[in-house]
């Protein structure tokens, strides 16, 4: 009698699927909780602490965020330093962050912002990408679009330019009016700030090539 080849062998390819979905069962469940650790928010307690988190707390808000070179990563990270004024306070606490971020976050779901723009990730390629629009020099103290709202500070001239795009020509592509209130336009500039604190592994690719992005000049 022929000896039949392993590779033939029914048997033998029943046993590798079911050992090969079995080990992709339990490194699938690794990861699950591997993840859920890793984008799980942090708080107050964590910023003052100096303890950094993906996704950080509310309250970042109330940190000065740049982006810097990490040379073992090879990519930008967000740093969170000093404190610094945001709309006029350095002292907001979570309760009051969480409710400007929740406002912000139900703006750009009401506003579609996402028909447009891309937000971690998500979204349309049609207007720029906003996942560290806070970081973008164009709104820093020297930048064209703060100098051109005419405000002293980057948030109020970013809540200045959502409220009246149409005044503020930017790209061939302008920004419709979308009736953005002068509370909304608070909420999503400080929901854009919190989004570019949390640590996207480098994402979006392109952003650290803007001359000025890095070290947040």
């Not at 061939?172 to 336009?185: H, K, S």
Request: with cysteine.
């Amino acid at each position: 009698m022929a000896k039949k080849s392993v590779w033939s062998d029914n048997r033998f390819w029943q046993r590798t699927a079911a050992w090969i979905t079995g080990f992709a069962s339990v490194l699938l469940i690794w990861l699950t909780f591997d993840t859920s650790g890793q984008i799980v928010m942090g708080n107050d307690a964590d910023l003052q602490n100096g303890v950094t988190k993906r996704v950080p707390g509310p309250t970042v808000i109330n940190y000065k965020i740049t982006y810097e070179m990490d040379a073992k990563r090879k990519h930008e990270v967000p740093v969170i330093g000093e404190k610094e004024m945001f709309f006029g306070k350095d002292d907001w606490n979570e309760e009051e962050a969480a409710a400007l971020l929740h406002l912000g976050k139900l703006a750009s779901q009401t506003k579609n912002c996402m028909n447009c723009h891309t937000l971690l990730g998500n979204g349309a390629y049609y207007a720029p990408d906003l996942t560290k629009a806070w970081l973008d020099p164009a709104w820093q103290e020297t930048g064209p679009m703060q100098a051109m709202t005419g405000k002293s500070t980057k948030e109020e001239a970013m809540a200045e330019f959502l409220q009246n795009p149409s005044k503020y020509p930017t790209h061939a592509r302008m920004m419709p009016n979308l009736g953005i209130t002068a509370d909304e336009a608070k909420g999503l500039v400080a929901f854009l700030k919190h989004m570019s604190s949390i640590d996207t592994n480098g994402f979006p690719r392109n952003f650290g090539k803007i001359q000025g992005a890095v070290n947040g000049k």
